[in-house]
């Protein structure tokens, strides 16, 4: 299976009057007046939070993931054509994978439960990567919809409870406190934060990180950059090397090595994280995510940029698919089949597999039609549950062969 670790976007910074627009607009969004209080469910999909909204005054529900590591909010086709908003700006997106795209920025309006949020600034995205369109198909809530009231996050009942600032904080006994800050747009400009999110400072080793963010818009656990400081307290680690794509942003995936670690204790405060799958990779922002958050309830009291954790009862359920220690990419315009990642002494890269093979056929069969990269992704949960090893035939300088040794699985 492809490995999602980071789903946000990031908004291209300059100084300019396009940004200090942008940042006006950022703060415009507003709750329901007075006391009120929302109840939602939730589901899961690849790790991540699905609600549903309605947008504007239509009485049609959407689906939306929620996203703290995305400053602002985003609407696909579909509900972007719906809508009919007058666009307010036009300008850049980068993605946390360094993608970038001109877009179309609106102002909504969306409604979760019974509550209407107002003036919410939305970017318009044409065509976000397949993958992201798997996990929810028609947007992504905010961190700027959700700082304007009180998240509630109960991920043991998959349920969202949203209030005004003013009915004050609910019962939080048996959780922890974790002091956060606001989200800086660039670590050039730390004075600039008025960008919507939350960051905290994490431990390692003993060695202190600041501005960590909290995404629950990243299916992995802590993601780092690889840079001189981390690479201090890794040095003497055991890890995983993992070519190729191994996360995707708003608009795409990019090439680049992971180095995966699972051998060091993250401390939060006086959260204590023991051994947490940590990837590694030189363009990358420090984001802690779903791997690691969905172990607790969670109340974002982004008024005064607090964060609190109770611990939960998780079935730590023992892997059910195979590592056959590569994973396939699947471009359904082209309807072409490759190698996307690959991990350093697999039995994929022992049996010879390269990155950007194209792959032909599996087991002697060729691949099924497919709907869209959806059914795709079902297709392969239900190839990495099969029994025995793959034999995997593939075309590689226009020449057309099956890998002589097949691809033996690790459990």
């Known amino acids: 299976m492809k490995r999602i670790t980071a789903i946000s976007i990031l908004l291209v910074l300059l100084a300019s009057c396009s940004s200090t627009k942008q940042f006006r607009y950022m703060s415009k969004g507003k709750a329901p007046k007075g006391k009120f209080r929302t109840e939602i469910p939730f589901e899961i999909h690849n790790k991540l939070i699905v609600i549903k909204a309605k947008l504007n005054d239509s009485d049609k529900e959407y689906e939306f993931m929620v996203d703290t590591g995305a400053p602002v909010s985003v609407i696909y086709k579909e509900p972007f054509e719906a809508v009919k908003a007058d666009t307010v700006m036009t300008y850049n997106v980068r993605d946390s994978r360094g993608n970038s795209a001109k877009s179309v920025y609106i102002m909504l309006d969306l409604t979760l439960g019974n509550s209407k949020f107002k003036d919410i600034f939305t970017v318009y995205a044409a065509e976000p990567s397949e993958v992201v369109r798997c996990i929810a198909l028609d947007g992504i809530i905010g961190a700027d919809l959700m700082q304007t009231a009180n998240w509630e996050i109960d991920m043991e009942n998959q349920k969202i409870i949203i209030t005004d600032f003013k009915s004050g904080k609910p019962n939080l006994e048996g959780y922890q406190r974790i002091k956060g800050a606001k989200r800086s747009p660039s670590m050039r400009m730390p004075w600039l934060t008025v960008v919507p999110g939350l960051t905290v400072d994490l ?47 708003l608009l795409g995936g990019s090439m680049d090595t992971t180095y995966v670690y699972n051998t060091v204790d993250v401390e939060m405060g006086k959260v204590h994280i023991p051994n947490p799958s940590i990837d590694m990779y030189k363009r990358n922002s420090s984001l802690l995510g779903m791997g690691i958050l969905s172990d607790y309830n969670l109340f974002f009291d982004f008024k005064k940029n607090d964060l609190y954790l109770k611990s939960i009862a998780t079935e730590k359920k023992k892997a059910d698919e195979k590592e056959f220690g590569f994973s396939i990419y699947y471009d359904s315009k082209s309807k072409v089949y490759t190698v996307a990642n690959l991990y350093e002494g697999s039995g994929a890269a022992k049996a010879g597999l390269l990155l950007t093979d194209t792959i032909v056929e599996i087991n002697n069969e060729k691949f099924p039609v ?38 033996v699985p690790k459990r």
């Open 370 to 407: 497919f709907a869209d990269f959806c059914e795709f992704r079902q297709w392969v949960k239900a190839l990495n549950k099969g029994e025995g090893p793959l034999i995997v035939t593939i075309k590689r300088d226009d020449l057309v062969f099956t890998i002589e040794k097949e691809i």
């Open 203 to 249: 431990e390692l080793n003993g060695k202190k990180f600041k501005d960590v963010y909290i995404d629950t818009g990243s299916a992995g656990s802590l993601t780092m950059p690889k840079d001189e400081k981390t690479d201090s307290v890794f040095k003497n680690e055991q890890k995983k090397v993992l070519w190729g794509y191994s996360s995707y942003g």
